[in-house]
């Protein structure tokens, strides 16, 4: 008997945590937040480039009015830091076109001279 209920406590406890954790995953999926807006009216476009020493205005607009979401990494850098530039290019896309989600990749199994 005492076995049985230690059981069923365990058991109760789980559901009650899966039903916690599943509640949490829906009301993010429901408001979706963090996702890029999708309708199959337009085939969705993903960018991934290096934005090395830095995009320019036109760059920046067709990047901000063409794709959902954007993926920058390094690239060669030949003045100041690839952080910042990426960091630059980012908030520009951003205030273009705010639905856009910018990435930042980081591949730091291949070091790349700076």
């Known amino acids: ?15 009650l945590v899966l039903a916690a954790v599943l509640l949490v995953c829906c009301r993010a999926l429901a408001a979706d937040e963090g996702y890029p807006e999708f309708t199959w009216d337009r085939v969705p476009l993903y960018a ?16 901000a ?4 979401v954007i993926t920058f990494t390094g690239g060669t850098v030949t003045n100041g830091s690839v952080e910042l530039n990426i960091a630059a290019s980012a908030k520009a896309i951003k205030q273009r076109n705010p639905k856009v989600k910018v990435i930042f990749y980081w591949a730091s199994d291949m070091p790349k001279p700076q």
């Open 1 to 15: 008997m005492r076995m049985e209920l230690v059981w069923w406590q365990s058991f109760t406890r789980r559901l």
């Open 48 to 63: 991934h480039l290096a934005v090395g020493d830095g995009l320019k205005a036109e760059q920046i607009e067709f990047l």
């Open 65 to 68: 009015d063409q794709f959902s």
